[in-house]
């Protein structure tokens, strides 16, 4: 079946310019996760959605980084006011979430190619 | 909070030689333990994956053992091929969380 897709898969952006960053999960998954991969911080959580719940934000470096999820199914994630430090490849994953019973040990998170981002 | 520490690389191989990459990890209670890869111009895939004390995970050749006395996942492979060239990841998920905790990565390039 078709994988967890990003789009775009590069994107150039000026310094200041607000940015959207989209993913599609796999279908069946409730559970959505954005990552960001850069040179100096390597692989970071920065966002989850699980099903209707409050999302866990914990991990979003600034209030100009924002996400949301619509019908429980793509997911957005938007950067305002870009930096060059936001520039890095944004990585989105999705698992399932089970259901009681099932050992959380089968919620692998499949990963998406990414988003490439560049602020000059 | 929880951290995964892994060997930098890069590091460089010949075909058929043995691979060690080192993970060690801090966590409260019994985290899930994994190794991606990355090869180059790919997503980031899992490669294997245990979940408790003394599990065995393997894929692909590859083998880590979670070893909870010495906080350890470390990733081997006995002969390794030019294919293998590739970026690895080790990482952690707490046992109630969700998310996962990375190390810096490890460029691991096998030479003919």
């Known amino acids: 079946g078709a994988g967890v897709s990003q789009s775009p898969s590069n994107k150039v952006t000026e310094k200041g310019k607000d940015v959207e960053l989209r993913c599609d999960p796999i279908?069946?998954?409730?559970?959505l996760y954005w990552y960001r991969q850069s040179l100096g911080q390597g692989l970071e959580f920065l966002i989850y959605?699980?099903?209707?719940?409050?999302?866990?934000k914990s991990g979003l470096p600034s209030d100009r980084f924002s996400a949301e999820r619509t019908g429980g199914s793509v997911s957005t994630l938007t950067i305002q006011r870009t930096q060059q430090e936001d520039s890095a490849v944004y990585l989105c994953?999705?698992?399932?979430?089970?259901?009681?019973?099932?050992?959380?040990?089968?919620?692998?998170?499949?990963f998406g190619p990414g988003t490439r981002l560049t602020v000059t | 909070g929880d951290s995964v520490t892994q060997m930098e690389g890069p590091v460089t191989l010949s075909e058929e030689a043995f691979l060690t990459i080192n993970c060690t990890y801090t966590?409260?209670?019994?985290?899930?333990l994994f190794w991606y890869v990355q090869y180059p111009g790919e997503g980031l895939q899992l490669l294997l994956k245990?979940?408790?004390?003394?599990d065995k995970g393997s894929n692909k050749g590859f083998e880590a053992t979670y070893r909870k006395e010495t906080t350890s996942f470390h990733l081997e492979k006995g002969s390794v091929q030019v294919s293998d060239s590739a970026v690895y990841f080790c990482?952690?998920?707490?046992?109630?969380?969700?998310?996962?905790?990375f190390g810096g990565g490890t460029r691991v390039l096998v030479k003919p």
């Open positions: 966590a409260t209670g019994y985290p899930s």
């Open positions: 990482a952690l998920r707490e046992a109630a969380g969700n998310k996962l905790t």
């Open positions: 245990a979940t408790k004390a003394d």
């Open positions: 994953a999705s698992s399932w979430a089970g259901r009681p019973g099932l050992a959380r040990s089968s919620y692998e998170q499949y």
């Open positions: 959605f699980q099903g209707n719940s409050a999302p866990d």
């Open positions: 279908s069946g998954h409730t559970a």
